[in-house]
């Protein structure tokens, strides 16, 4: 076998359909192009119809095939109507995975419940709804893979962790009771666990240098993290080669989570 057909035996994803919701910027964005270019059909999921534009125009210049969705995750309304235009231009979906979030951490004593209720419903609630309605099919079908994005607020508290860190713990609980229930079936359920990653989300302390240096010093390689970092992570676990893993939050964080 020549090495080409070694690594596509693994993680190829020719023939599969992907959901990416977040997909049009940040981490998402990365992962979105890293699947669709690995062979996947890929349907972008987020609000921004000119980034979604953006993205799928860059990825169909590159020749794969994918399209995009305008939803909005903070109901379940809106995330019902995305999903079901999302299995539209490809059909229903053998990965889906969970980047889309938002990161609103005011100090503990003024988390309103206002920020609550939109946290959870965008960080947990959504990813749970779409999982309900893909993770059965997959399980029919006997393969698929869910993945959602969490954080370090998920396993340590720091730069107030709030409504936020809650949400990203409940999704890496998430993960383990969709292993639990559909793992038996073919249907791996992780988490990609993000160090400090300079993205428009974490833009609030991104735009402070001497936060920066601070947590690129916490690291073990001793920077912070690009979205790029991300792409073969998800394509191992969006791929043949992850069918032994599941229930895992896998750390991407240059060593931050050990040091």
């Given at each position: 076998?020549?090495?080409?057909?070694?690594?596509?035996?693994?993680?190829?994803?020719?023939?599969?359909?992907?959901?990416?919701?977040?997909?049009?910027?940040?981490?998402?964005?990365?992962i979105a192009g890293a699947l669709?270019?690995?062979?996947?059909?890929?349907?972008?999921?987020?609000?921004?119809?000119?980034?979604?534009?953006?993205?799928?125009?860059?990825?169909?210049?590159?020749?794969?095939?994918?399209?995009?969705?305008?939803?909005?995750?903070?109901?379940?309304?809106?995330?019902?109507?995305?999903?079901?235009?999302?299995?539209?231009?490809?059909?229903?979906?053998?990965?889906?995975?969970?980047?889309?979030?938002?990161?609103?951490?005011?100090?503990?004593?003024?988390?309103?419940?206002?920020?609550?209720?939109?946290?959870?419903?965008?960080?947990?609630?959504?990813?749970?709804?779409?999982?309900?309605?893909?993770?059965?099919?997959?399980?029919?079908?006997?393969?698929?893979?869910?993945?959602?994005?969490?954080?370090?607020?998920?396993?340590?508290?720091?730069?107030?962790?709030?409504?936020?860190?809650?949400?990203?713990?409940?999704?890496?609980?998430?993960?383990?009771?969709?292993?639990?229930?559909?793992?038996?079936?073919?249907?791996?359920?992780?988490?990609?666990?993000?160090?400090?990653?300079?993205?428009?989300?974490?833009?609030?302390?991104?735009?402070?240098?001497?936060?920066?240096?601070?947590?690129?010093?916490?690291?073990?390689?001793?920077?912070?993290?690009?979205?790029?970092?991300?792409?073969?992570?998800?394509?191992?676990?969006?791929?043949?080669?992850?069918?032994?893993?599941?229930?895992?939050?896998?750390?991407?964080?240059?060593?931050?989570?050990?040091?």
């Open positions: 076998m020549t090495t080409q057909g070694y690594l596509s035996e693994l993680f190829s994803l020719d023939g599969r359909i992907a959901v990416v919701t977040g997909g049009s910027s940040g981490i998402g964005r990365v669709a270019r690995a062979g996947a059909a890929m349907v972008v999921v987020a609000r921004n119809e000119e980034q979604l534009a953006a993205t799928v125009d860059e990825l169909t210049a590159d020749g794969c095939r994918a399209a995009w969705v305008s939803g909005d995750l903070s109901t379940r309304k809106g995330v019902r109507e995305a999903a079901e235009k999302a299995v539209e231009p490809f059909g229903e979906p053998d990965i889906l995975v969970n980047s889309a979030g938002i990161n609103l951490r005011p100090p503990m004593g003024e988390l309103g419940d206002d920020t609550w209720d939109v946290t959870m419903a965008v960080n947990l609630e959504a990813p749970f709804l779409l999982g309900q309605r893909f993770g059965p099919g997959m399980a029919e079908r006997g393969y698929g893979r869910i993945i959602h994005i969490t954080s370090q607020q998920a396993h340590r508290a720091f730069v107030q962790s709030g409504a936020y860190g809650v949400s990203k713990g409940g999704l890496e609980s998430l993960a383990r009771s969709q292993a639990e229930a559909w793992s038996p079936h073919g249907v791996t359920c992780n988490t990609l666990v993000p160090g400090f990653v300079m993205t428009p989300l974490n833009q609030r302390v991104s735009s402070d240098p001497e936060k920066v240096s601070a947590l690129a010093a916490r690291t073990l390689v001793g920077r912070n993290g690009l979205a790029e970092d991300f792409a073969g992570a998800a394509v191992f676990l969006a791929s043949p080669a992850s069918a032994y893993v599941t229930g895992h939050s896998l750390f991407v964080d240059g060593g931050f989570s050990v040091h």
